[in-house]
């Protein structure tokens, strides 16, 4: 659901025109509410919080929402030069380079820098007073696009759309083998490995996990062959891509953990290219492009 008007931001509040289906009716504040929840898609918890604590105003034909609270980070600071992908008010998308976690690890005081140290010290330098929300996640040394929620109708619009498998994530990699092009969907159940912490595994009774291939490129031949691939996801489990392509026999460059050599590339060779989702507000499509890293484009070029 989403709503395609004009808005704009004025500090704290959303001010938004939603026309006359408010303005003749004659219970206008039954009205505001059922443009709200109905036309504009705010969600039930948002809205009765934002009606206890008075944050719901219509003036002659105007409606404003105070959906940007002064909010603290809820992470310390830490500056990175972010690349930034995508920004407006409700969504921030940046690309996340290899060897870092999107999150810290909460058992760890002190610990490596993580995307979302990052990203609040971007918003501390940008006078963005709001906690860092990270929608979905990457592997440590997996790199491209991560989306963020600026604010929580933002938050609670994308997590809606994660659980209904409405963003859309496209990866390329790296493979040791000659993929098939009759190889175009991975079907098989992840759970964890009980012989490795680390480690998932396909599991008869692991969760359900399907990932969509699309072959690219192919070099060598036999053992030597080298694939170059297109991969997007109906789930997201952990390790999702890694554990398919390993499990098919075509384990990613560089991939220790899954059958991979370290030799081949200085991690695993997985990459997202494009990140597209509905913008929580006007419900518009947004396509966000992350071009390759140097390392991998070096290894697609000697290849």
Same mark, same amino acid.
């Given at each position: 659901?989403?709503?395609?008007?004009?808005?704009?931001?004025?500090?704290?509040?959303?001010?938004?025109?939603?026309?006359?289906?408010?303005?003749?009716?004659?219970?206008?504040?039954?009205?505001?509410?059922?443009?709200?929840?109905?036309?504009?898609?705010?969600?039930?918890?948002?809205?009765?919080?934002?009606?206890?604590?008075?944050?719901?105003?219509?003036?002659?034909?105007?409606?404003?929402? @105070?959906?940007?609270?002064?909010?603290?980070?809820?992470?310390?600071?830490?500056?990175?030069?972010?690349?930034?992908?995508?920004?407006?008010?409700?969504?921030?998308?940046?690309?996340?380079?290899?060897?870092?976690?999107?999150?810290?690890?909460?058992?760890?005081?002190?610990?490596?820098?993580?995307?979302?140290?990052?990203?609040?010290?971007?918003?501390?330098?940008?006078?963005?007073?709001? @906690?860092?929300?990270?929608?979905?996640?990457?592997?440590? $040394?997996?790199?491209?696009?991560?989306?963020?929620?600026?604010?929580?109708?933002?938050?609670?619009?994308?997590?809606?759309?994660?659980?209904?498998?409405?963003?859309?994530?496209?990866?390329?990699?790296?493979?040791?083998?000659?993929?098939?092009?009759?190889?175009?969907?991975?079907?098989?159940?992840?759970?964890?490995?009980?012989?490795?912490?680390?480690?998932?595994?396909?599991?008869?009774?692991?969760?359900?996990?399907?990932?969509?291939?699309?072959?690219?490129?192919?070099?060598?031949?036999?053992?030597?062959?080298?694939?170059?691939?297109?991969?997007?996801?109906?789930?997201?489990?952990?390790?999702?891509?890694?554990?398919?392509?390993?499990?098919?026999?075509?384990?990613?460059?560089?991939?220790?953990?899954?059958?991979?050599?370290?030799?081949?590339?200085?991690?695993? @060779?997985?990459?997202?290219?494009?990140?597209?989702?509905?913008?929580?507000?006007?419900?518009?499509?947004?396509?966000?492009? $992350?071009?390759?890293?140097?390392?991998?484009?070096?290894?697609?070029?000697?290849?």
């Amino acid at each position: 659901m989403s709503w395609k008007g004009s808005w704009k931001r004025r500090g704290p509040w959303l001010e938004v025109t939603p026309g006359r289906e408010i303005a003749t009716d004659e219970n206008r504040a039954e009205a505001v509410d059922r443009w709200l929840l109905n036309r504009l898609g705010l969600p039930d918890k948002l809205w009765r919080r934002l009606r206890h604590e008075k944050g719901i105003e219509l003036t002659g034909d105007r409606l404003r929402l @105070a959906l940007f609270p002064v909010v603290d980070l809820g992470v310390i600071p830490r500056w990175y030069d972010l690349k930034i992908l995508y920004e407006d008010d409700f969504c921030l998308v940046v690309h996340k380079p290899a060897g870092m976690a999107v999150h810290p690890d909460g058992g760890v005081k002190d610990g490596p820098l993580t995307l979302d140290h990052a990203v609040a010290s971007y918003y501390e330098i940008n006078d963005i007073h709001t @906690a860092v929300r990270h929608v979905h996640r990457l592997d440590v $040394d997996t790199t491209g696009p991560v989306l963020y929620a600026k604010n929580e109708f933002a938050l609670l619009k994308l997590d809606e759309q994660m659980r209904a498998k409405d963003i859309d994530r496209r990866y390329v990699a790296l493979v040791r083998g000659k993929v098939p092009p009759s190889l175009r969907t991975l079907d098989w159940p992840i759970g964890k490995d009980r012989h490795h912490k680390q480690r998932r595994r396909v599991s008869p009774i692991g969760q359900k996990a399907v990932t969509h291939v699309e072959v690219g490129e192919v070099w060598g031949s036999g053992s030597a062959a080298i694939s170059l691939v297109y991969l997007t996801l109906e789930t997201g489990r952990t390790h999702q891509i890694r554990v398919h392509l390993s499990h098919a026999g075509y384990p990613l460059l560089g991939d220790v953990l899954y059958g991979g050599r370290a030799a081949d590339f200085g991690r695993q @060779a997985l990459h997202g290219e494009r990140l597209t989702f509905c913008h929580p507000l006007s419900g518009e499509t947004i396509i966000v492009e $992350d071009a390759w890293p140097d390392d991998f484009q070096k290894l697609h070029k000697q290849l």
